[in-house]
């Protein structure tokens, strides 16, 4: 804990910084220290406003408080189990049976206090399980047990919060089963400072509360990068073959099917799994197509490199292919050689130190929170096939005379269309997750997107793509707001980068200025605000029609603007 | 009482704990020290330092010691009685 005060101490300059608002009704003071300090250790500043102690109401019920005053982007609350029980105990035998529901009232009333009129998100702390064996087992069955309404009421944030749609819960119970109640709860620690949790656990519940604001940053990861050799499979296949590899019943391949299981969970949620392995490719893909115990296939991986270039050239010729950001991959590699090569040479990668034991590995990747997510939609499973078809028009590309010739041949076509609500959860994912093409970076959760869908003062558009390889689902999304009778200001334009350079972005702009002008607005304003990932939007404004007004504005005039060439048409 | 020895070798201990946990080389721990005497000791590193020391030599502080020790010395004493074998 010492370690992590010091970093929080020493935060660099020029990080993205989150405003980070605590409160709680227990001691916050070493919490807030480790969260920080665990933001700077992954590289974002975290903004910490800390209240005093026990000071929940007075910050979300009084509208001139210190909290507001702040302009957080979230609200850490922070409630410990001891003030529950303490509340549970002076509750009469009669009220017990509704105690959850009584204290889930309280709390979804702070949220809606906090919410009111404001962009921030909530990050609720789920109560750590605390069993007083009043009843022994048998309070499992019994609805006036402490136990039985401390679930219950885990139960009620847990669905009251994917109501709510900004308010995320923070779970604890992942290490604090890990390392059980003993080494993460201290009763004299709470009596002497009100701790919420042992000092020694303190950095593990500052973990779990940073990765859901790194993920509210939009900052998680995307891509796992994995070699073959004994990391997917026992045993070197190009010396034993295919059949002599260990996977399934073979050897200790039942290490390696966890694992690979494990793998194709995270593809099912959205995570691009690649292939970067120091084979021949032909040898490499055989226990991929030819093995019956290999759970994943060919198909699962977006994209496969197997050659005998170095490891470091050829992750970042999955980056470039996969256009995604470098610090959104990760690599899992058995063997530390290969391991340090890419950390040497690119430092933003996350490299996790793999244990010896291939039985530890699935154990050791599940504590280190890698996977964090702040969004989920039915769209995320299918990613892999997006990327997929993307190789396939590579190839294409590649066999045709020109490239405008080719886009000619992709037949592609796009619906434009006003935000409506089955996108929501699409739209507002695409918000926190785009970092490169995102000329403002201004971030929406889902309930902020319905009520912008709602406003008649926005203009909303949705784009998705398709062509004949395939769908790309909804890859664009643009927000205008009414500045003046006759003016829109471009307050929101993402795009996935994985559809750049197919005259997408021209198609785009045309519709803007259309759907403007369709709403009676004579001109646009477009906005480009720099930050250190957006550079390759910086004049997509210029290039397509805008005129520049100054540093960061473009203007255009819906009534003579001249409209892009563009190989995609309306379906 | 520790034998000299023995507190020699924990004070040292607890004087590399004292600088990490205040973030100041300059500090030298004596028998005599206390909170009156490091700017930084207040209630919250000294929550930090418990846990470091505890953690250090294997043992727990309780909790009339957590916040009734006076003075470094004390601590001494306790540790000299508690600490895990091959921790001193």
């Known amino acids: ?571 | 009482m520790a034998s000299q020895d023995t507190e020699a070798r924990i004070t040292e201990k607890l004087n590399e704990i004292f600088r990490f946990v205040f973030d100041d080389e300059s500090i030298e721990v004596s028998r005599k020290t206390s909170a009156a005497d490091i700017e930084a000791w207040d209630s919250l590193t000294h929550i930090t330092l418990i846990s470091e020391v505890e953690d250090t030599f294997g043992m727990k502080f309780f909790m009339k010691e957590v916040v009734g020790m006076k003075n470094v010395g004390e601590m001494i004493d306790i540790i000299a009685q508690r600490a895990k074998p091959g921790r001193i």
């Open chain 1, 1 to 571: 804990m010492a370690k992590l005060t010091k970093l929080a101490d020493q935060a660099p300059e020029g990080l993205p910084t989150y405003r980070l608002a605590v409160i709680g009704d227990c001691a916050t003071q070493h919490i807030s220290k480790a969260i920080k300090g665990t933001g700077v250790s992954r590289g974002v500043s975290i903004e910490i406003l800390d209240t005093d102690y026990d000071q929940i109401l007075a910050q979300t019920g009084d509208p001139g408080s210190e909290l507001y005053a702040f302009a957080p982007d979230g609200v850490l609350i922070m409630m410990c189990t001891e003030k529950l029980y303490d509340r549970f105990t002076h509750t009469p035998a009669e009220a017990r049976e509704s105690f959850a529901e009584t204290e889930f009232g309280w709390i979804s009333d702070r949220w809606a206090e906090l919410s009111d009129g404001r962009k921030v998100s909530i990050i609720q702390s789920l109560f750590t399980e605390y069993d007083d064996r009043i009843f022994g087992s048998f309070a499992s069955r019994l609805p006036s047990s402490f136990i039985y309404q401390l679930r219950r009421l885990n139960m009620l944030i847990s669905d009251g919060a994917a109501k709510a749609k900004k308010v995320y819960p923070a779970d604890f119970s992942f290490f604090t089963q890990k390392y059980g109640t003993d080494a993460v709860k201290s009763s004299k620690m709470y009596a002497v400072a009100k701790l919420p949790f042992a000092p020694g656990a303190i950095p593990e519940a500052a973990a779990v509360v940073t990765d859901i604001i790194l993920a509210l940053m939009g900052r998680s990861l995307k891509c796992i990068v994995l070699d073959l050799d004994n990391t997917l499979w026992g045993g070197v296949v190009g010396d034993c073959g295919t059949e002599g590899i260990q996977i399934g019943d073979y050897g200790i391949g039942k290490a390696f099917t966890a694992f690979q299981t494990w793998l194709l969970e995270l593809k099912k949620r959205g995570m691009l799994l690649a292939v970067c392995s120091k084979n021949d490719e032909d040898k490499a893909k055989d226990p991929f197509i030819n093995h019956p115990d290999m759970v994943l296939k060919l198909e699962d991986f977006a994209i496969f490199v197997a050659n005998w270039e170095p490891k470091p050239e050829n992750i970042k010729l999955i980056r470039e292919t996969l256009n995604i950001g470098m610090d959104s991959l990760v690599f899992i590699d058995d063997n530390p050689f290969e391991r340090n090569s890419v950390r040497a040479m690119i430092p933003e990668i996350t490299v996790p130190e793999m244990p010896e034991d291939p039985a530890d590995y699935v154990d050791f990747l599940r504590s280190e929170g890698l996977f964090e997510a702040v969004s989920f939609s039915a769209e995320d499973s299918g990613r892999t096939d997006m990327y997929r078809s993307e190789a396939g028009r590579v190839m294409a590309a590649k066999a045709c005379g020109s490239y405008s010739e080719y886009l000619a041949g992709l037949e592609m076509k796009a619906e434009a269309k006003p935000f409506s609500s089955f996108w929501f959860p699409r739209i507002a994912q695409l918000s926190q997750r785009s970092n490169q093409f995102n000329l403002r970076t201004v971030r929406y959760t889902e309930g902020e997107i319905a009520d912008i869908a709602a406003d008649p003062d926005c203009v909303t558009l949705y784009f998705t793509l398709s062509d004949r390889f395939g769908d790309s689902g909804l890859i664009s999304a643009v927000i205008m707001k009414k500045l003046d009778a006759d003016t829109l200001f471009v307050d929101t334009w993402i795009m996935s980068c994985r559809v750049l350079k197919r005259t997408m972005e021209e198609f785009i702009v045309n519709r803007m200025i259309s759907a403007a002008a369709a709403a009676g607005y004579k001109k646009v304003i477009g906005e480009y605000l720099k930050t250190p990932k957006n550079g390759m939007v910086a004049d997509i404004y210029g290039r397509l029609g805008f005129t520049r007004v100054s540093d960061t504005r473009f203007e255009a005039d819906t009534g003579s603007f001249k409209f892009n060439e563009s190989f995609i048409s309306e379906s």
